[in-house]
């Protein structure tokens, strides 16, 4: 049997080598072989095909390529088998031992076949030879071929095509062993059988799971079709309230319960996916004007008699209702107007930049109190945010300032955050008529670096996760004797007895803190101080405003998702005077005023929430002579 007594030769190596890409043999592709030149005698029960792919990968590669090795590809087919037999015959003689070669089915004798585990242990192969990586891969990694029984591999002498077809037999037979190893257990008969058990009990679940995953992928493809835009989100705010009041000035009759909404549409745009540019536009029935007529504040008599402003403002009114403050221009209930224009863009890894022609100050500045909200939270004004942040119009709900500035994080738990703001860049010179003595009819001035403006700053840092605090600074510069805050009547006329027209420069400083004492409960307050000084040579005056607020805040209360909170502080009051300046106004019986609210939202859905809720005011507008003052607020809040 020649089959089984032969030896993987040197040249059957060279054709394994092949596989393992590093014997340097010719293909001709021009030559085929025909399948009986391949063929191992039938009848020769020694060599046996493993199976039928074995088979046809064999056939598959010898009838497109003929392999030759390089030393011996000047011989006839021929005479290289003449040779190969002769060498064959030699050397059986000479060892007198058969040679055979080694097969993952036949092991032949231990005493007549010396079969290596390593390539170190053939003397006649270095590692210096040209094939040593491939015969070291096929001895150590594959363990299908064998040497001599004198430990030598022979690797210069000639195969013939039976040693070949044994050679590869015998590594196909060790792959395909190793793939049954590898693979054997991962799949079973049993759980082949489980699973389409499985899949028989769930096939109507199947059944409808795949249409609903089809019907979603075609809602989700008209959505594509149909989307409003690929780089804009749409997302709007509906506020629809019912607000009543009683007390105010003294002999003045409570105003009627009125009914006022507020719709505001966002459109947020990114053209990079880091950058943000953001458009508001809004309309509101809150009315006002220029001497406030028409508004709840001024019905109870506690609104300034230029621009309403008042501590009984609620969250959600804008701080000049029904008036363009720029030109002193009316706007009419639910005009729609542009109340925010402003793009945000990183330009490296810690500092973002952000500029706008239609911006606010809390734009910028995160809100350090969980009282914030202007539709969901708190339903005053005074409640939401320290009156630093509020100073120059900050706050006014219709973007008041173009403004300019920057965000930087120092740390993950500190960034600073800064803005220069100016609320005239439109007008190119203040006009020279005048609304009122001193006070032009554009009374906050013209041009982007004249005019009244502001300079900004907060550091915000969390010392630990419980704990979160804000320190906020101001620089501004006002054509008229206005604090700019929309928070108290004297926000109008911050220097007592002095002329409205008079310019004037504040610096504010402020702090605000929120200390969570577990997940759903927080105390949170802010302190604030504004000097204000008159900026007229002509005029020596000064006033200080000092306020505080202190409060505490539910979240899940009674239900997932509602809110709480209950707020007690002190409103802007005059703490301290200089020059001209009155420390209590002409008429007023001067009295520390305070704040207490309270407020409950219920979330209805996502998507509604309502919201009761008072506040009342001790000594309003720090006047004595004023009764004790409550408003009720209930608002329902829609966003979609």
Not at 183 to 206: N, S
């Amino acid at each position: 049997m020649i089959a089984k007594y032969l030896l993987a030769s040197a040249s059957g190596m060279g054709f394994l080598c092949l596989i393992s890409g590093f014997s340097p043999v010719q293909a001709l592709p021009s030559l085929e072989i025909a399948d009986k030149n391949v063929a191992v005698n039938q009848d020769d029960t020694s060599y046996q095909k493993n199976d039928s792919y074995q088979s046809n990968l064999s056939n598959n590669i010898f009838s497109k390529l003929l392999i030759a090795n390089d030393s011996q590809k000047n011989f006839s087919l021929v005479h290289q088998q003449q040779i190969n037999q002769d060498l064959r015959v030699d050397s059986a003689v000479k060892l007198g031992q058969p040679i055979t070669a080694q097969s993952v089915n036949l092991s032949p004798p231990s005493d007549k076949l010396a079969q290596v585990t390593s390539v170190s242990q053939l003397s006649d192969v270095q590692p210096t030879d040209w094939a040593f990586q491939a015969l070291q891969s096929l001895v150590e990694r594959y363990g299908c071929i064998a040497g001599y029984p004198n430990q030598t591999y022979r690797g210069n002498r000639a195969m013939t095509r039976y040693e070949f077809a044994a050679g590869l037999n015998a590594c196909l037979d060790r792959i395909n062993e190793l793939i049954a190893t590898a693979t054997g257990d991962l799949v079973k008969k049993e759980d082949l059988a489980a699973l389409q058990k499985l899949q028989e009990q769930f096939a109507a679940e199947l059944s409808t799971l795949r249409g609903r995953v089809d019907a979603v992928e075609v809602r989700t493809a008209e959505l594509e079709a149909n989307q409003f835009s690929t780089t804009t989100k749409l997302n709007g705010e509906v506020i629809i309230a019912g607000v009543g009041a009683s007390g105010g000035a003294p002999n003045d009759s409570d105003p009627n319960i009125i009914l006022v909404n507020r719709v505001r549409l966002n459109l947020t745009t990114s053209f990079t996916g880091k950058d943000s540019l953001i458009t508001g536009l809004q309309a509101y029935n809150f009315l006002g004007g220029a001497d406030g007529q028409g508004s709840l504040q001024q019905s109870l008599g506690l609104a300034a008699p230029l621009l309403s402003s008042s501590s009984a403002r609620t969250s959600f009114e804008p701080q000049f209702p029904g008036l363009n403050v720029n030109t002193l221009s009316s706007v009419g209930a639910n005009s729609v107007q542009l109340y925010k224009l402003l793009y945000i863009f990183p330009v490296a890894n810690k500092l973002t930049l952000f500029a706008g022609s239609a911006a606010e100050t809390s734009d910028a500045f995160p809100a350090i109190t969980p009282f914030y909200g202007e539709g969901q939270e708190s339903i005053s004004r005074f409640a939401g945010l320290n009156p630093v942040v509020r100073i120059s119009g900050g706050t006014s709900g219709t973007g008041l300032a173009s403004a300019a500035g920057f965000i930087y994080s120092i740390s993950p738990n500190l960034d600073l955050r800064a803005l220069y703001g100016s609320v005239n860049a439109n007008l190119p010179q203040k006009s020279p008529s005048e609304a009122l003595p001193g006070v032009s009819t554009t009374p906050l001035g013209g041009g982007l670096f004249s005019g009244s403006s502001v300079v900004a700053a907060q550091l915000t840092f969390k010392p630990s996760p419980d704990l979160d605090i804000g320190l906020n600074y101001a620089n501004s510069y006002h054509e008229i004797n206005i604090l700019g805050t929309g928070l108290i009547s004297a926000d109008i006329g911050a220097l007592a007895g002095v002329e409205a027209g008079t310019p004037v420069k504040l610096n504010s400083v402020g702090g605000t803190v929120t200390w969570r004492l577990s997940p759903k409960i927080a105390l949170s307050g802010y302190g604030a101080a504004l000097f204000v000084d008159a900026a007229s040579n002509s005029v020596n005056a000064s006033t200080t405003f000092t306020s505080w607020m202190a409060g505490v805040h539910f979240r899940d209360l009674f239900k997932s998702g509602n809110t709480a909170g209950i707020i007690f502080g002190q409103p802007l009051f005059r703490s301290d005077t200089g020059g001209s300046a009155q420390l209590t106004p002409t008429g007023e019986n001067r009295a520390t005023p305070y704040h207490l609210e309270g407020y409950y939202r219920f979330q209805v859905s996502d998507n509604i929430s309502i919201t009761p809720g008072a506040f009342v005011l001790f000594n309003a507008e720090g006047n004595s002579n004023n009764d004790t003052t409550t408003v009720g607020v209930l608002r329902t809040t829609f966003t979609f």
